[in-house]
């Protein structure tokens, strides 16, 4: 019996990789690619470890390419879902009694599988299914996915080393015990980094999960549970039910073990699923735990001692990478009028150099949005803006469904700051910018604090240190994440935690042991080591 007290020591992240003309990498990716591209596979549900096929079908397809089939799925029924639940429940036991150092085994076994084996497989995976460019999909699919395994294994060492202190005559102890029931995972299209880690950051700790994939990232959430699978996972920790969503969450959220929730997606489902709780509170063996990172309307703040290149450059990576449908994408910016004209031409000239098109080809700096509604929900935004008085279109403004779901890049002029697409989330490539006066600069500091319900992501341009301050304490509450002379996205592992709150989640940051502790419920035990024998205390006597 191995005694050792073991910590996993604090890792460095995955190098990304370059993928440059000739090298190895891209070699291999493109092969990947051409292989997925070429055929078409079956996903079934994973449940208990088997793979079930239900018969009823549905599609995943090529945003790029909405002709184009990758894969057909199976979806999941009524009895599926309450099989997936017997199954996490029946595994619970074992796998919350398994030591933790081996539970975070398999979870650095699976790390090292997408790094050095299944790397292009998942990578290929996210750019044909979730349309993301090679770079994007590097940093997601490899990077992050692998950061988040690696780093929530360090942050586990340093939950389960945190302990009371003890007197001479007792011990005090503190178990983290994962939570009584099981979790109930559901996780967004947009990162495949954000499905693994809903279902992992749960399992490391001891639970086990029914994890509802979204249907437009089916293909790689499918190989990343086919690699929990291969690292030696144990049947019905993690439980793959593809399917309707409103079926599967009216069956988990009646059931009285249901222990938590983990969710990234909209706000408005969130809210749905909290009011859900709520109505069925009285019907759970304990309150279950609910954590989500939901929508945002991320800004971009100007000073005018802002340099007008670095905050161009800014404004169209953070607004247009991976088309905007990231929820820290910055869809909103406040620029001062002094440094507008320098600004907005930077701007006109990027955006004019932008390439639009299919992610195989390297040049394309934009690719398709995920699906149809998207595309048509975004573009009744556009709509809005060629038709109000007070917004006008500078650049882009067009789109065409007719092969993919392709939308150019917008950035839309505003003299209103409460115009409809500085308020709303879009979750598209448009950008919308309000000119304020210089002199105005805390007036719209607090404008921007109050405009929208969300606050997960902002930032502050300025070389003002004093300017810098002052935005900094006016927008306390205004972003979960805020950044200082950057773009509003591309939080990393081990730096920045992630996660904002008003409606924009529940702030317990991903990519830290903030997070983890929520799939834990501690427990204090103390030993006292000589008991008394006596009821009466030594102030009792004469």
């Known amino acids: 019996?191995?005694?050792?007290?073991?910590?996993?020591?604090?890792?460095?992240?995955?190098?990304?990789?370059?993928?440059?003309?000739?090298?190895?990498?891209?070699?291999?990716?493109?092969?990947?690619?051409?292989?997925?591209?070429?055929?078409?596979?079956?996903?079934?549900?994973?449940?208990?470890?088997?793979?079930?096929?239900?018969?009823?079908?549905?599609?995943?397809?090529?945003?790029?390419?909405?002709?184009?089939?990758?894969?057909?799925?199976?979806?999941?029924?009524?009895n599926e879902v309450k099989l997936a639940i017997d199954e996490a429940l029946k595994a619970k036991e074992n796998w919350m009694n398994l030591s933790w150092i081996d539970r975070a085994s398999i979870m650095n076994k699976a790390a090292e599988l997408i790094s050095k084996k299944y790397r292009f497989v998942i990578n290929a995976a996210t750019m044909l299914g979730q349309n993301k460019n090679v770079f994007q999909a590097e940093i997601d699919a490899a990077c992050e996915v692998i950061d988040y395994l690696r780093?929530?294994?360090?942050?586990?060492?340093?939950?389960?080393?945190?302990?009371?202190?003890?007197?001479?005559?007792?011990?005090?102890?503190?178990?983290?015990?994962?939570?009584?029931?099981?979790?109930?995972?559901?996780?967004?299209?947009?990162?495949?980094?954000?499905?693994?880690?809903?279902?992992?950051?749960?399992?490391?700790?001891?639970?086990?999960?029914?994890?509802?994939?979204?249907?437009?990232?089916?293909?790689?959430?499918?190989?990343?549970?086919?690699?929990?699978?291969?690292?030696?996972?144990?049947?019905?920790?993690?439980?793959?039910?593809?399917?309707?969503?409103?079926?599967?969450?009216?069956?988990?959220?009646?059931?009285?073990?249901?222990?938590?929730?983990?969710?990234?997606?909209?706000?408005?489902?969130?809210?749905?699923?909290?009011?859900?709780?709520s109505k069925n509170i009285r019907n759970y063996i304990s309150y279950p735990k609910l954590v989500g990172e939901t929508g945002g309307k991320d800004f971009i703040f100007a000073h005018n001692s802002a340099?007008?290149?670095?905050?161009?450059?800014?404004?169209?990576?953070?607004?247009?990478?991976?088309?905007?449908?990231?929820?820290?994408?910055?869809?909103?910016?406040?620029?001062?009028?002094?440094?507008?004209?320098?600004?907005?031409?930077?701007?006109?000239?990027?955006?004019?150099?932008?390439?639009?098109?299919?992610?195989?080809?390297?040049?394309?700096?934009?690719?398709?949005?995920?699906?149809?509604?998207?595309?048509?929900?975004?573009?009744?935004?556009?709509?809005?803006?060629k038709n109000a008085p007070d917004a006008e279109i500078l650049i882009g403004g067009k789109g065409n469904k007719s092969k993919g779901y392709f939308v150019m890049p917008t950035v839309i002029l505003t003299t209103n700051p409460h115009f409809v697409t500085m308020e709303e989330e879009i979750f598209g490539p448009v950008m919308t910018i309000y000119v304020y006066e210089d002199s105005e600069f805390e007036n719209t500091l607090k404008i921007c604090d109050k405009t929208s319900p969300y606050a997960l992501t902002g930032s502050i341009f300025a070389n003002d240190k004093y300017a810098m301050i002052q935005a900094c304490k006016i927008l306390r509450y205004s972003a979960g994440n805020f950044y200082i002379n950057d773009k509003p996205s591309g939080a990393m592992i081990g730096e920045q935690p992630f996660g904002g709150a008003r409606g924009s989640g529940t702030n317990d940051k991903a990519g830290s042991h903030l997070n983890l502790l929520r799939w834990t419920s501690p427990r204090t035990i103390k030993e006292t080591l000589i008991p008394a024998t006596d009821f009466r205390y030594a102030y009792m006597d004469k």
């Open 1 to 78: 019996m191995n005694n050792a007290v073991y910590r996993f020591s604090e890792p460095i992240n995955e190098p990304i990789l370059g993928y440059l003309p000739e090298s190895e990498e891209r070699k291999k990716l493109e092969k990947e690619l051409e292989k997925q591209s070429s055929e078409q596979i079956e996903i079934p549900l994973i449940i208990g470890g088997k793979e079930i096929r239900t018969g009823k079908i549905g599609k995943v397809v090529m945003p790029h390419n909405h002709s184009h089939v990758l894969a057909t799925y199976h979806m999941a029924t009524e």
């Open 151 to 277: 780093f929530n294994s360090y942050y586990a060492s340093e939950i389960y080393k945190e302990q009371p202190s003890s007197n001479f005559d007792n011990i005090n102890r503190l178990e983290y015990r994962p939570l009584e029931g099981f979790i109930y995972t559901i996780s967004p299209f947009n990162f495949t980094a954000i499905a693994s880690n809903l279902n992992a950051s749960v399992a490391v700790m001891g639970n086990t999960t029914v994890w509802k994939p979204a249907t437009t990232s089916l293909l790689s959430s499918y190989y990343i549970m086919k690699v929990f699978m291969e690292a030696g996972l144990p049947n019905g920790v993690i439980n793959f039910v593809p399917g309707s969503g409103s079926l599967i969450s009216n069956i988990v959220l009646n059931h009285k073990e249901l222990a938590g929730i983990h969710f990234t997606g909209s706000t408005e489902t969130f809210n749905t699923l909290w009011e859900t709780t």
């Open 307 to 385: 340099n007008p290149l670095e905050l161009a450059t800014a404004i169209v990576r953070g607004g247009f990478e991976y088309q905007g449908q990231k929820c820290s994408a910055a869809s909103r910016t406040y620029i001062p009028k002094s440094i507008w004209d320098e600004t907005k031409k930077i701007i006109l000239k990027m955006v004019s150099e932008i390439k639009v098109g299919d992610v195989r080809d390297y040049n394309n700096f934009v690719n398709a949005v995920i699906d149809e509604n998207s595309f048509d929900n975004i573009m009744s935004y556009i709509e809005k803006a």
